[in-house]
């Protein structure tokens, strides 16, 4: 374990630090992921997936290929799906475009601040939907 108030969990060549955000839990994997660490990272990042909080996944500092993380995405989609909870992945730009994205595939973000603000912009605009019903009289 390294840091003072966020101690990492290793796995292997990977670390995974976690922060409970007001509006996400924030999971930031750095290092290596590969077949050796794969199932480890899986269990800890699935841990911290829960019915109350959007989860944010960061994979900026993996060195890994796509192709090394792609089990630990779908594991992480499928338990957001089981938990009914959103989930947003943040890689870099030049591996954004090799993991699925769009309508179809993974929400992607290019850093966490803008993960984050999609979060805080959709609460906006649920808050905003429910104003109307809320001025209605029986």
């Given at each position: 374990m390294t840091g003072y108030g966020n101690p990492a969990i290793i796995c292997?060549?990977?670390?995974?630090?976690?922060?409970?955000?007001?509006?996400?839990t924030v999971v930031t994997i750095s290092g290596v992921l590969d077949e050796s660490n794969?199932?480890?990272?899986?269990t800890a990042t699935r841990r911290f997936i829960i019915a109350e909080k959007p989860v944010v996944l960061d994979l900026t500092a993996v060195t890994s290929s796509p192709e090394e993380?792609?089990?630990?995405?779908?594991?992480?989609?499928?338990?957001?799906?089981?938990a009914g909870v959103q989930w947003l992945l943040v890689t870099s730009p030049a591996l954004a475009h090799q993991v699925r994205i769009g309508d179809d595939g993974?929400?992607?973000?290019?850093?966490?601040?803008?993960?984050?603000?999609?979060?805080?912009?959709?609460?906006f605009l649920r808050r905003r939907m429910l104003i109307p019903l809320l001025h209605r009289t029986a």
């Open positions: 292997g060549g990977a670390q995974i630090r976690v922060q409970c955000r007001h509006l996400a794969a199932e480890a990272a899986m993380y792609l089990p630990l995405l779908e594991s992480v989609d499928e338990a957001c799906l089981a993974y929400p992607v973000a290019t850093s966490v601040p803008e993960a984050l603000q999609w979060l805080a912009d959709d609460v």
